[in-house]
C-alpha cells in the first residue's frame, strides 16, 4: 500500500460488493415490503434472508477495515464526517437490526422506520465516501 488508509484491493472489493449487496437487497425489500412496489416478487421472504446474509458480509466486510484504514482515516484527518457518519449508521443499522428480530413487539414500528431511513442515509454517504477518490481522478 503506497498510501495511508488506503486498502488492498481485495480488502476494497469486499468491502464495497458487502456493503452495495447489503443496500441493494435492503432497498428491494424495503420497495416489496414496506412500499407494496410488486410485493409478491420484492418483499419475499428470500429477499429478507438475502439482506441478513449481505448484512452478515457486510459486518465482516466492516471489521476488516477498523483496525487500520478507520485508525488513518483518523489520522490524515480526511473524510472524518463521511467516515464518521457512516459507523454511526452501521451502528445505529446494526442495533436496529437485532432489535427487529429480538426487541419488544411495541417498538416494532419504530425500529422498522429507523432501520430503512439510517439505511437509505448509509447508502448515500457510503457511494460519496467510497468513490470519491474516482471523482478526484477525474478532474
Excluded at 2 to 9: A, E, I, Q, T, V
Excluded at 88 to 108: C, D, K, M, Q, V
Aim: charged letters at 10%; glycine letters at 10%.
Amino acid at each position: 500500500m503506497s498510501r495511508l488508509g488506503k486498502m488492498p484491493n481485495w480488502q476494497r472489493t469486499l468491502v464495497i460488493w458487502g456493503m452495495m449487496t447489503c443496500s441493494i437487497t435492503g432497498l428491494i425489500y424495503l420497495l416489496g415490503h414496506q412500499f407494496q412496489i410488486q410485493r409478491s416478487t420484492l418483499g419475499t421472504h428470500s429477499i429478507l434472508a438475502a439482506h441478513g446474509i449481505a448484512a452478515m458480509l457486510a459486518t465482516l466486510a466492516l471489521g476488516s477495515v477498523m483496525p487500520f484504514h478507520i485508525k488513518a482515516g483518523y489520522k490524515s484527518r480526511k473524510q472524518l464526517w463521511s467516515g464518521f457518519s457512516q459507523l454511526g449508521f452501521l451502528a445505529t443499522l446494526l442495533i436496529s437490526g437485532a432489535l427487529l428480530y429480538y426487541g419488544p413487539e411495541e417498538a416494532r414500528d419504530i425500529t422498522v422506520d429507523t432501520h430503512w431511513i439510517t439505511g437509505l442515509l448509509f447508502l448515500v454517504i457510503f457511494i460519496l465516501h467510497s468513490f470519491k477518490k474516482l471523482r478526484q481522478a477525474n478532474h
